[in-house]
Nanobody
Framework: QVQLVESGGELVQAGGSLRLSCAASGRTSRTYAMGWFRQAPGKEREFVAAISSSGRFTEYVASVKGRFTISTDNAKNTVYLHMNGLKPEDTAVYFC?????????????????????WGQGTQVTVSS
């Protein structure tokens, strides 16, 4: 069973930066597409970013494009979300998600239903 553990969330001032990490264990394949989603209080979970297994393909929600960067280190089974220029509206619980093994990219990486495994989330709070 694949397990995902997020870390790196904390309280930061507007304009600051954070790097979230998502460590995967229990993988039976070397090929997984990965994504980050977030959920703010009272709102639905929304897509943030996704990356193909090789790192060749990425996708971002418009509101974070140019500020956030998703990357993957397959040797460490870890995916990262580098967040710069943080805004109060970025405040949310951030979740890491993984496709099933053997999937290098997803037809609809923005759709939560495309992902098989989920982490428990890490809280990011941006103060104004």
């Amino acid at each position: 069973q694949v397990q995902l553990v997020e870390s790196g969330g904390e309280l930061v001032q507007a304009g600051g930066s954070l790097r979230l990490s998502c460590a995967a264990s229990g993988r039976t394949s070397r090929t997984y597409a990965m994504g980050w989603f977030r959920q703010a209080p009272g709102k639905e979970r929304e897509f943030v970013a996704a990356i193909s297994s090789s790192g060749r393909f990425t996708e971002y929600v418009a509101s974070v494009k140019g500020r956030f960067t998703i990357s993957t280190d397959n040797a460490k089974n870890t995916v990262y979300l580098h967040m710069n220029g943080l805004k109060p509206e970025d405040t949310a619980v951030y979740f890491c998600a993984s496709s099933r093994g053997g999937t290098s990219w997803l037809p609809n990486p923005r759709q939560a239903s495309e992902y098989t495994y989920w982490g428990q989330g890490t809280q990011v709070t941006v103060s104004s």
